[in-house]
């Protein structure tokens, strides 16, 4: 499923080429041959003398490990160490996790009530992105609920407008949902966000442009889905305003990639595809 370069969608479903998959590319580790091996001297038993050395060698080792460990993980420190430590957290790349909380409560599923900071805005941008190209923004009533959420107030109207004209029923008869987004039985329409990393492009207290670096999963399960569930790599451009205590979507819109080479995944079969969509559940996004 896409929203479109032009941020409204496109009458086309997310996903791959359909190219076929690589293979299993397993990697094994040959480990060392066991005492009493083939070699001539293998089976012999070793003097007592020689045991009470290697006795001592891993006891010196294990004290070692342990005095490492104690050293690393020692509490408080003098100010330079704690100069040190602050300089390497001043290093942190823009996506690196901040460490602090995004928010505390959600409103109808959806993460709500983000700090008025930089931070809050790019983590309202990550929680938003993972609703707008989900399967619920397909479901006439639950998009409804969405935009009414999601949307700055004076935008709502005209963006669930748009929203109404991509997510046709001929856009949902060609993903195979029926008029309420419903997949037909015994089968799962799946289409999952998530954020890999997010950038703050503008920000002020009144207004901020995130962009979202995300990867998901979409299409249709079962044994003969015509549009069998595959992974994709897109950036989404969130424009935002703080308005009534929250930051809130004015504009949003989309573009391929970055996107890394394919790895060489086992492919699973529909049935894994479903039992992971339903057992593993989502995430709320710090920045």
């Not at 928010?103 to 609703?131: D, L």
């Not at 963006?159 to 997949?183: E, I, P, R, T, W």
């Not at 308005?243 to 394919?262: H, I, L, M, R, Y």
């Not at 039992?275 to 996004?285: D, I, L």
Request: proline share 4%; charged share 20%.
């Amino acid at each position: 499923m896409s929203l479109g370069d032009d941020g409204y969608g496109d009458s086309g479903s997310r996903g791959g080429d359909g190219g076929a998959y690589g293979g299993t590319g397993q990697t094994r580790t040959r480990l060392p041959e066991q005492a009493g091996g083939s070699g001539v001297y293998g089976g012999a038993r070793r003097g007592r003398p020689s045991s009470s050395r290697s006795l001592v060698t891993v006891v010196g080792v294990v004290v070692l490990l342990i005095a490492a460990i104690a050293f690393a993980n020692r509490g408080g420190g003098d100010d330079s160490t704690d100069a040190a430590s602050s300089g390497d957290k001043a290093k942190s790349t823009a996506t690196a996790p901040s460490g602090e909380q995004p928010v505390g409560i959600k409103t109808g599923g959806i993460p709500s009530g983000f700090a008025h900071s930089e931070q809050g805005a790019e983590s309202a941008a990550a929680n938003y992105a993972m609703v707008l190209v989900s399967a619920d923004i397909l479901k006439p009533a639950r998009r409804t609920e969405i935009v009414s959420q999601v949307f700055d107030a004076d935008k709502a109207s005209e963006l669930a407008s748009n929203l109404d004209q991509v997510y046709n029923k001929s856009f949902l008869d060609k993903v195979g949902l029926d008029a309420n987004g419903d997949a037909p039985k015994g089968t799962t329409y799946v289409s999952r966000t998530m954020p890999v990393g997010t950038r703050a492009t503008e920000y002020s207290d009144t207004a901020a442009t995130v962009e979202v670096w995300c990867t998901g999963v979409f299409g249709m399960t079962g044994e003969n889905s015509a549009n069998p569930v595959t992974s994709d790599w897109f950036t989404l451009t969130l424009g935002l305003r703080w308005t009534d205590g929250d930051w809130k979507v004015g504009s949003f819109s989309q573009k391929e990639g970055p996107a890394p080479v394919n790895g060489d995944n086992r492919v699973s079969t529909s049935d894994e595809i479903s039992k992971a969509v339903e057992e593993y559940g989502g995430f709320t996004y710090a920045r």
